[in-house]
């Protein structure tokens, strides 16, 4: 579920210009995503919130919308996104919804010297396991120049120790960061089979996730 969120606390990554859906009109915001949240059917029981940002920069009347769905749909189990920067608020979350939560953080890639010094995503951890203290699922990223095979091949045994992690294949937008397209065709070749892994969620397209 795709909702509108204010702008991204951090904002610093060079490859994201995922900011079409930012608004700083909090009234706006409730508005369309009330109308967005009337589609929840809870034929699931599960319910992933994506927006631009992180679930922090949804407002409060948004958050609230939430729980009511989550109740009124019989919602067992919520996905939401988070930045590091907020990793030490998500008990808020997780009290407030009273229901199990699976967050995921975008971490790109957990070789940290091309995550903080070239990317800017400023998830400043050292070590995996910081990580697994705070999130359930890190979202990596394949396919940027200046990657290689070893940190890929890294990066997909690391994620074996989450219960749940997403992998974004990088397409090119109106960021100045290049695809690697025969990193991911090597990607494609050495671990399509994650595709059948039911803990990896791997989006060779943006809108694999049916948003976007």
Known sequence: MLLKAKPCRWGKCIFCDYIDDNEVDEDYINRVNTEVLQNVTGEFGVLEVIDSASVFELPFETLAEIKRVVKEKNIKRLFFESHWIYRNRLDEIRKYFNVP?????????????????????????????????????????????????????????????????????????STDLKRDDELIKWFYENYRYLEDDPHVDILFNITDFGVG
């Open 101 to 173: 939560i699976t967050f995921k953080t975008g971490v790109e890639t957990f070789d940290k010297d091309f995550r903080e010094n070239y990317l800017k995503k400023g998830a400043t951890f050292d070590d995996w396991k910081e990580v697994k203290k705070y999130f359930d699922s890190p979202c990596i990223m394949v396919g940027i120049k200046g990657q290689t095979k070893e940190m890929v091949e890294r990066d997909m045994k690391i994620i074996k120790n989450f219960e749940h992690a997403t992998v974004n294949i990088f397409e090119e937008n």
